[in-house]
């Protein structure tokens, strides 16, 4: 086996131009099919017509105009704006996915990344429960888990993935994770000292998932890119939950006994 | 993104709200049609504020130069210059001279073919003999020099006429203006950037030259981080006027021959080459291209076959062609990577043509609109025409993508960049290069026995290019060796165009990228890293003319030859080596001292002044008042559209004069302005996801699935007024036809208050049509013929349309309505009149005339 790497993207919303040519090429490189199996579908969504991450698209742009300003930006058009975020899987410290499958076809790689086997997903579902940024999912057809694999296939030829090779501005930087985390530090830095109050790193906070191997700068709130503001994995909460069972079933426990001494003491 | 990153401000003026003002500082909207109101009033800002780069524009435009005294400005005529021949439809251009010269030479001469009195006629020496004798007033205060004529020129352009024309708030307006003074001088530079929203006008050259003059009186051109860039839509556009597409440029900018003006070679020399400066190297430049097509049989006895190249007997540009073909007189048409039936103006016209041709070639990647024209079209839709009439027979030949086969791309900043074959081509599919040497070779064989003289042009042509492999693909090197140019007694490559000469020693393809193959390396295939080398990049491809980064960049060193600041230096004169040096190869003669002055009647390069870094014009001066060269006037003017919402503000005259129209009822016109049917201006636009006419993108679903069907952006008080839905149906309507899509109702749109009216614009995409895996209603089923008069470019970026909710009619009904229009059309006609005898302004009757009795279709 070879040494084990750590890595991940590091997606700069601020420079993303909304072209889209993450999703093209990811979907290229890895021979996804078209997302809309009932057609090509205007969406009204403003320049999103693939709607969201899912079995055929693995990196997923959204187009969001907010009636708010965007800080450093004038227009004429008054409190206007319109971001533009690259989404992807987000290759969790703690994987729901991978954590709930029973098959083990869901992975971690020597890369730290997150992998689903084709050849072994029997495709029960399970881990599409499990992601709490609802990344993965089944394909109609062949009814198997996909997502994003980092491009496993291209990192193993030491090449980087396919839509960070393809960004045009480096919005999305693939890399080190320890270099990525100090990247966007600086960044964030960067444009903290230019004025951008609302600058904010998502990711390595998460601790519900336990950090993520992508991160992403955002210019407001995780909700408005339609993401999860505090994501848990749903094993993290078994404990919990089990605890919960267990209150439940001694308070039915007590309860049942309670009834029944009452009635024995009534008889 | 790399410049903001270091810190540039980004000015984003658009109708739109569009991906661009996303990344922009500052954004503002403008109505469509109206930038040479706003960029007049940022030459307004200057003047009024006294922010010109006065030591540049004394020393390297031609500000101080004195115009003839006959000149009269727009301000004097109302909207016209000195000129105007009203029953010719187009200006004589004697009085826009320079005081004390008869004719001034433009710099690309074709254009006077048609324009200037005596261009092209039989002439025994070349113009521009006494352009050293100009007068000139270097403290800018005769009020016949060029600088006050400008200044005169736009002093209506005030912010509140900008506001008023423009719908910009006066604020926005002054910020804009005071940002690109703030950041130009000697210390820092502003560059502009535009795309097909400037050029697609009836004044759309106007625009540019707009442009022009600001960059010019901020001292912004041939210096780093300056000048004006067309963004391209295609990978090679400049390389397809480089080396020309265009019907009246041969390779390099020399003139096409017009079959009245030019008997023999030497007329043809005279009437085009300049007495002054770099033009008066024409004659080797065209010895040299005449020598590379027909080789040993080009000789001087017989004009080096000057008589074989084709004359002009007009103008043939794309829509005159169409034209044409619609009313029978063109049989056959060669349509290759591009999908006119979409793409171009007035689908229903180019339609009409397509079937009145007995034959047709379509090149591309899958059967387009244009190839299925015959079988599937809105007219076959409404019953108009059935495939078994049209008799007009088919050629599809599918062509290899850029992946599969080799040569360059030139970008907008004249950088060749080669790219090889990566994969062969599947099946059938062959290269452009492929199909047009063996077309070219068949033709050969084909003419081979004629004895006809006529024929003598293709049987001589030399057509010899290596091939090789299965299907022998021609060379596409072995072209560009020819491209570069070679002596003709051994075929070595010649290292630049210096060594071009005049008496078939050379042979050149085109003169300008002479020495992009010097020394039989391929200079376009460099790819040295950036860190490898300076920030210039000089080892990055090769750029024309002689691998200059940056053109006239003897502008970037004052008068005296010293760098403006140390921030901005990039060439300067070294006067201990006694020559020009700097980061890029100097445009300027390598060893002429700055304090050269040409001697009096000085010809050719001899009459390059020292400080005259524009080399290629006659006075070798930046022309802020260009007396040749643009057909439709001195100076930009602002004219309102071909179709507009409202009245020109600032002058009675209401569009270009120059521009052309065809009144024909296939392309029926709306009135001139404020047309209570059409109140709504209507603008196209491109999406990043689809490539112009969809050729390249609707048959791939990847692209496909991110855009999928046609829609057009209105703002939410459109959408209320007419009581439309976000994301459903509208339909849009001009005089030239109907069309349905999907509405995007979104903030990015806003109504813009013109002259106190409040007006809706509304943004359409062109990428749909029927064909292709995604299929949509073509935007220009829309719009019109109606052209520039210097490139004959389309107005497609500003017209008028009507938008109600709900879908289109459609088959027999669509038919019914499309004859009620008609009939509509010709009662307006009448109408019009009676609007024309009360003395409405503006040109003629704002709807066109019935020159044909077949209705359309």
């Known amino acids: ?267 | 993104m790399e410049a903001r990153r270091r810190g540039a401000t980004i000015v984003h003026v658009d109708p739109r709200f569009t991906r661009t003002s996303a990344m922009a500082n500052v954004h503002v909207p403008i109505r469509a049609g109206s930038d040479i109101a706003f960029l007049g009033g940022i030459i307004h800002y200057i003047f009024e504020h006294e922010r010109w780069f006065h030591d540049y524009v004394v020393a390297f435009t031609n500000a101080a130069t004195l115009v003839k005294e006959e000149f009269r400005d727009t301000e004097d005529l109302d909207g016209l210059f000195s000129g105007w021949k009203p029953d010719k439809g187009r200006y004589d251009i004697g009085s826009w001279q320079y005081e004390g010269v008869g004719e001034a030479v433009p710099a690309a001469g074709h254009k006077e073919i048609f324009a200037e009195p005596g261009a092209g006629k039989k002439r025994h020496h070349p113009r521009g003999q006494d352009v050293l004798d100009e007068k000139r007033d270097e403290t800018l205060q005769d009020p016949r020099c060029i600088f006050q004529i400008v200044r005169r020129h736009f002093s209506r352009y005030t912010p509140e006429m900008v506001e008023r024309i423009c719908g910009v708030p006066r604020a926005d307006f002054e910020r804009i203006a005071k940002t690109i003074c703030d950041n130009s001088g000697r210390e820092r530079t502003t560059a502009f950037c535009y795309a097909v929203g400037w050029t697609q006008h009836s004044v759309g050259v106007q625009y540019i030259r707009t442009a022009a003059i600001i960059q010019l009186l901020l001292g912004n051109i041939g210096r780093p981080g300056g000048g004006i860039m067309a963004l391209r839509g295609h990978a090679s556009i400049q390389g397809s006027t480089d080396i020309p597409t265009l019907y009246n440029l041969l390779p390099g900018y020399i003139p096409m021959a017009h079959v009245e003006h030019t008997d023999d070679l030497d007329t043809y020399l005279n009437a085009n080459e300049s007495a002054t400066t770099w033009w008066s190297e024409l004659p080797k430049y065209v010895v040299s291209l005449l020598k590379a097509w027909w080789g040993p049989a080009a000789t001087k006895e017989n004009d080096w076959c000057f008589d074989y190249l084709p004359r002009l007997t007009g103008i043939h540009s794309h829509m005159v062609t169409v034209a044409d073909m619609a009313d029978g007189k063109i049989p056959g048409y060669f349509v290759m990577g591009e999908n006119p039936v979409v793409g171009s103006p007035n689908g229903a016209l180019q339609r009409k043509g397509l079937r009145k041709a007995k034959w047709l070639v379509v090149r591309d990647f899958a059967p387009t609109e244009t190839a299925e024209f015959w079988r599937t079209s809105p007219e076959h839709e409404r019953g108009e025409v059935r495939a078994e009439d049209i008799g007009t027979e088919v050629f599809f030949f599918p062509a290899a993508a850029h992946t599969e086969k080799e040569g360059t791309f030139t970008n907008t900043q004249r950088l060749l960049q080669w790219h090889h074959k990566a994969v062969e081509p599947e099946g059938d599919c062959r290269s452009e290069l492929h199909f047009t040497y063996h077309l070219g070779k068949r033709l050969q064989r084909l003419y081979a026995q004629s004895q006809e003289e006529r024929d003598l042009p293709l049987k001589l042509l030399l057509w010899d290019y290596p091939t090789s492999g299965p299907h022998a693909e021609p060379s596409a090197e072995a072209v560009l060796a020819e491209i570069n140019g070679y002596t003709v007694a051994d075929g070595k490559p010649v290292s630049g165009y210096k060594e071009l000469t005049d008496d078939g020693a050379t042979a050149c393809g085109c003169w300008i990228y002479s020495g992009v193959y010097a020394n039989g390396l391929n200079h376009a295939a460099r790819r040295k890293p950036a860190r490898e080398q300076t920030w210039v990049a000089p080892e990055w491809g090769w750029a024309w003319p002689a691998n200059r980064r940056l053109m006239y960049n003897r502008a970037s060193a004052d008068r005296d030859g010293k760098p403006w600041s140390e921030r901005k230096r990039y060439v300067w004169w070294d006067a201990a080596k006694k020559k020009w040096t700097g980061e890029d190869v100097p445009d300027f003669i390598e060893d002429r001292p700055p304090d050269y002055r040409p001697k009096k009647h000085a010809k050719g390069i001899d009459a390059i002044g020292g400080d005259d870094p524009f080399i290629m014009q006659a006075d070798g001066k930046g022309w802020l008042f260009a007396p040749s060269g643009t057909i439709d006037g001195p100076l930009p003017t602002h004219y309102e559209p071909q179709e507009s919402v409202v009245e020109n503000l600032l002058y009675k005259q209401q569009c270009n004069p120059a521009r052309h129209e065809f009144r024909r009822r296939d392309n029926r016109y709306h009135r001139a302005f404020a047309d209570p049917r059409f109140p709504f201006v209507l603008t196209t636009f491109r999406l990043t996801e689809h490539h112009t006419a969809g050729g390249m993108s609707r048959p791939l679903p990847w692209l496909s699935e991110l855009q999928p069907e046609m829609f057009c952006e209105i703002s939410p008080t459109l959408a209320q007024a007419r009581g439309v839905v976000h994301g459903g149906w509208v339909t849009l309507t001009t005089a030239r036809g109907q069309i349905e899509c999907r509405a995007m109702v979104t903030e990015r749109m806003r109504a813009l208050i013109i002259d106190g009216r409040r007006i809706e614009q509304v943004g359409v995409p062109y990428h749909w049509g029927v064909v292709g895996r995604v299929r949509g209603d073509a935007a220009n089923d829309l719009t019109a013929f109606v052209e520039d008069p210097n490139v004959t470019i389309m107005e497609t970026k500003a017209l008028t349309c009507d938008l109600v909710a709900g879908r289109r009619p459609r088959g027999a009904a669509a038919h019914e309505e499309r004859v009620a229009m008609d009939e509509e059309m010709l009662l307006r006609i009448e109408e019009a009149r009676a609007l024309d005898e009360e003395g409405l302004r503006g040109e003629g009757p704002p709807l066109a005339e019935p020159t044909q009795k077949e209705p359309t279709g």
């Open chain 1, 1 to 267: 086996m070879e040494p084990r790497r750590c890595v991940g993207f590091f997606t700069d919303t601020t420079v993303c131009i909304g072209c889209k040519a993450c999703e093209v090429a990811c979907k290229q490189w890895n021979q996804l099919p078209p997302n809309n199996s009932d057609g090509f579908v205007f969406t009204g969504m403003s320049y999103d017509n693939t709607q969201h991450l899912g079995a055929s698209t693995w990196r997923h742009v959204s187009f969001v105009e907010r009636e708010k300003p965007l800080e450093g930006q004038t227009t004429s058009l008054g409190a206007f704006s319109w971001i533009f975020h690259s989404d992807v899987c987000k290759h969790c410290q703690r994987a729901g996915c991978l954590e709930n499958c029973p098959t083990g076809a869901i992975i971690r790689t020597e890369f730290d990344t997150i992998y689903v086997q084709p050849d072994v997903c029997n495709g029960c579902g399970y881990c599409v429960a499990g992601c709490p940024f609802g990344v993965i999912d089944r394909r109609e057809d062949d009814g198997r888990a996909w997502k994003c694999t980092l491009c496993y296939d291209r990192l193993k030829a030491d090449l980087e993935p396919a839509c960070a090779k393809a960004c045009p501005t480096d919005s999305i930087v693939f890399g080190e994770l320890e270099v990525l985390h100090e990247k966007a530090e600086a960044r964030l830095a960067e444009l903290h000292a230019a004025g951008v109050s609302e600058a904010r790193l998502y990711g390595p906070e998460l601790d519900g998932v336990g950090g993520t191997n992508a991160l992403f700068l955002l210019v407001d709130e995780p909700e408005v890119y339609n993401l999860p503001p505090a994501p848990v994995v749903p094993q993290k909460t078994q404990g919990e939950a089990w605890r919960s069972v267990a209150v439940g079933a001694a308070a039915m426990a007590l309860l049942a006994f309670g009834v029944v001494a009452t009635t024995r003491g009534r008889r």
